[in-house]
């Protein structure tokens, strides 16, 4: 420490010192447990819904392996704050800034690697959904390769940054490193651009569904929720400017914040429009089991030993409803509905896929989709 503080200003080391028990700490282990578990939560929310609703699929995968890249990340920023991250920096012993100095480097390539995986995985779910389109899908892959190419060049420019390579970490040994503070700026207006195009994207396309309005703007306001992304992004380009390379740890602490936001938002973001079928399933549950306890008293109908005979044979018998439809399949639907009205078991069995999805689209009740066996069980009744 006595190094670094022989050329720092006898004004600063003075404040540093006579501040020696000022700490930022707390608020920022609170802040990273909320916001990585919140992360965990929406990503295992979506691996759930998958498994109610369409089945998995390579963007859930994709956003899967950002999570463990995020985890990463956190585990980083705990070793940050072990090494001494939000507090003055002439407090922090020269062993714990040495050890953050080492941190720093895996910490700026798994942020590298987590943020465009991210996005990768939106690309994915647009190719998902809007399929049928093949100028959208070619759009989408051009996007898919520029994030390919962001990942590798971005990659290399933080492990070559430094000349030799582990100046990284020992900021004394000689040697030359690109401006990191400059770089910092270049990568985050990288981001806010690629965020507004993949935000983009897809509104045209929404907004020729052939659906109603009030579809229209609930799918474009899940859409728009990557907005906030932006947001975060540009607060964190602005706190560039205030740090001080004279109190480093201390003057981090902002940029930490927005850095952490910035992932753990786009990856909420990213799993929101896929987890309304748990939400769905889950409710209708909890109102099933509501229902179920209020009414404890069997019908005479219940109790008959004859099913009802006639057109209402079918109508007797129990049929789970499941309106448990995600982006995917709202918008699917808008698009093709001539594929989710077909009454037939070849067509039930093309749109459900087997024994697990959705089901068929039932005309005579709209909206509401039923599982494969309430449909075999209906048949049943109608042949007999």
């Given at each position: 420490?006595s190094?670094?503080?022989?050329?720092?200003p006898?004004?600063?080391?003075?404040y540093?010192?006579?501040?020696a028990?000022?700490?930022?700490?707390?608020?920022?282990?609170?802040?990273?447990?909320?916001?990585l578990?919140?992360s965990?939560?929406?990503?295992?929310a979506?691996?759930a819904?998958r498994?109610?609703?369409?089945g998995?699929?390579?963007?859930?995968?994709?956003?899967?392996?950002?999570?463990?890249?995020?985890?990463?990340v956190?585990?980083c920023?705990?070793?940050?704050?072990?090494?001494?991250?939000?507090?003055?920096?002439?407090?922090?012993?020269?062993?714990?800034?040495?050890?953050?100095?080492?941190?720093?480097?895996?910490?700026?390539?798994?942020?590298?690697?987590t943020?465009p995986l991210?996005?990768?995985?939106?690309?994915?779910?647009y190719r998902?959904?809007?399929?049928?389109?093949?100028?959208?899908?070619?759009?989408?892959?051009?996007?898919l390769?520029?994030?390919?190419c962001?990942?590798?060049?971005?990659?290399?420019?933080d492990?070559?940054?430094?000349h030799?390579?582990?100046?990284?970490?020992?900021p004394?040994?000689?040697g030359?490193?690109?401006?990191?503070?400059?770089?910092f700026?270049a990568?985050?207006?990288?981001n806010?651009?690629f965020?507004g195009?993949?935000?983009?994207?897809?509104?045209?396309?929404?907004w020729r569904?052939?659906t109603?309005?009030?579809?229209?703007?609930?799918v474009?306001?899940?859409?728009?929720?990557?907005?906030?992304?932006?947001v975060?992004?540009?607060?964190r380009?602005?706190?560039?400017?205030q740090?001080?390379?004279?109190?480093?740890?201390?003057?981090?602490?902002?940029?930490d914040?927005?850095?952490?936001?910035?992932l753990?938002l786009s990856i909420?973001?990213?799993?929101?429009?896929?987890i309304?079928?748990?939400?769905?399933?889950?409710?209708?549950?909890?109102?099933?089991?509501?229902?179920?306890?209020?009414?404890?008293?069997?019908?005479?109908?219940?109790?008959?030993?004859?099913?009802?005979?006639?057109?209402?044979?079918?109508?007797?018998?129990?049929?789970?409803?499941?309106?448990?439809?995600?982006?995917?399949?709202?918008?699917?639907a808008?698009k093709?509905?001539?594929?989710?009205?077909?009454?037939?078991?070849?067509g039930?069995?093309?749109?459900?896929?087997?024994?697990?999805?959705?089901?068929?689209?039932?005309?005579?009740?709209?909206g509401?989709?039923?599982?494969?066996?309430?449909?075999?069980?209906?048949r049943?009744v109608?042949?007999?």
């Amino acid at each position: 420490m006595s190094g670094t503080a022989s050329k720092i200003p006898q004004s600063v080391i003075d404040y540093q010192l006579s501040h020696a028990d000022d700490t930022r700490q707390p608020g920022l282990y609170a802040f990273y447990i909320i916001m990585l578990t919140a992360s965990i939560f929406v990503v295992v929310a979506r691996f759930a819904s998958r498994k109610v609703g369409p089945g998995l699929g390579l963007d859930d995968w994709c956003v899967g392996l950002a999570l463990i890249f995020l985890c990463g990340v956190f585990v980083c920023n705990f070793m940050y704050l072990a090494a001494g991250l939000g507090k003055h920096q002439l407090t922090v012993s020269e062993s714990q800034q040495a050890f953050g100095a080492k941190i720093g480097f895996p910490a700026n390539i798994l942020y590298t690697i987590t943020w465009p995986l991210i996005k990768t995985s939106i690309l994915l779910l647009y190719r998902r959904i809007f399929f049928v389109n093949r100028r959208f899908t070619q759009a989408v892959d051009v996007m898919l390769g520029v994030m390919a190419c962001y990942i590798i060049s971005t990659v290399l420019v933080d492990i070559f940054g430094c000349h030799p390579v582990d100046k990284s970490w020992h900021p004394l040994k000689d040697g030359h490193c690109i401006d990191s503070i400059k770089l910092f700026k270049a990568t985050a207006a990288l981001n806010v651009s690629f965020d507004g195009i993949i935000l983009l994207m897809p509104m045209p396309m929404v907004w020729r569904l052939q659906t109603s309005l009030k579809i229209k703007l609930a799918v474009t306001f899940i859409f728009a929720l990557g907005a906030l992304t932006m947001v975060t992004s540009i607060m964190r380009i602005t706190t560039f400017d205030q740090i001080d390379p004279l109190d480093g740890d201390w003057s981090y602490v902002d940029s930490d914040y927005w850095t952490a936001a910035e992932l753990c938002l786009s990856i909420i973001c990213a799993c929101l429009p896929t987890i309304r079928p748990l939400w769905t399933s889950t409710r209708s549950f909890i109102r099933s089991r509501s229902s179920r306890s209020k009414d404890q008293t069997p019908t005479s109908q219940a109790l008959s030993d004859k099913p009802p005979a006639g057109e209402n044979a079918a109508r007797s018998i129990p049929m789970r409803k499941q309106s448990s439809k995600d982006v995917i399949t709202t918008v699917a639907a808008a698009k093709s509905p001539s594929r989710y009205t077909s009454p037939t078991r070849e067509g039930f069995e093309k749109i459900n896929g087997g024994e697990k999805g959705f089901g068929y689209y039932d005309p005579g009740n709209p909206g509401q989709h039923t599982r494969r066996e309430d449909y075999e069980r209906a048949r049943e009744v109608n042949e007999v």
